[in-house]
């Protein structure tokens, strides 16, 4: 059952380096949340600032095979025995991420977490306009890595039943 719903997830990791662009540099977010979704795998983080950072939690996801009833997806793969039994929902993937100095709108020096391998990478955010954002998430440099495209959201259809901390 992981193994499916982590084919359905496969690309959090990558798209919550996505959330909280439309901030300008020099702020994080404005004590806003934000919701950005991957259209494809129909899932959603929630951006907001934690630490003075950026910050994206997993909010709502879809399953799209059956699952015994009180099902809860649990990041099985972490590294740290002690969080295997966490849930995915409401999950931290991104922290630590700061304004670029480099650019307005984009975002740099952050971690971001994928619940798929158990790994954490470091990206780069960059703005594309106000409602979509696309994101580099890499090993070492950003040429070794992975883009993908989010759109903002306003609302969330299904929150799933966990909530960030």
């Known amino acids: 059952m992981y193994s499916q719903l982590m084919r359905i997830i496969h690309p959090i990791w990558l798209a919550a380096l996505a959330i909280g662009l439309s901030a300008p540099a020099g702020a994080v977010t404005d004590n806003r949340v934000e919701l950005w979704k991957n259209d494809a795998q129909g899932w959603v983080v929630e951006a907001r600032e934690c630490n003075n950072a950026l910050c994206g939690f997993l909010v ?13 997806p649990t990041d099985e793969l972490n590294p740290d025995p002690a969080h295997r039994d966490t849930p995915l929902c409401g999950l931290q993937l991104i922290g630590g991420f ?11 020096s952050g971690w971001v977490y994928n619940p798929d391998s158990g790994k954490t990478y470091a990206g780069a955010i960059a703005k594309v306009n106000d409602d979509t954002v696309k994101l580099r998430a890499y090993i070492g440099i950003p040429l070794i890595g992975k883009t993908l495209i989010l ?6 259809p299904m929150r799933c039943a966990a909530t960030p901390k």
């Open 60 to 72: 709502s996801y879809r399953m799209v095979h059956p699952h015994p009833a009180g099902y809860i």
């Open 151 to 156: 759109h903002r959201v306003a609302d969330v």
């Open 98 to 108: 700061k304004p670029s100095t480099r650019k307005d709108g984009d975002w740099d």
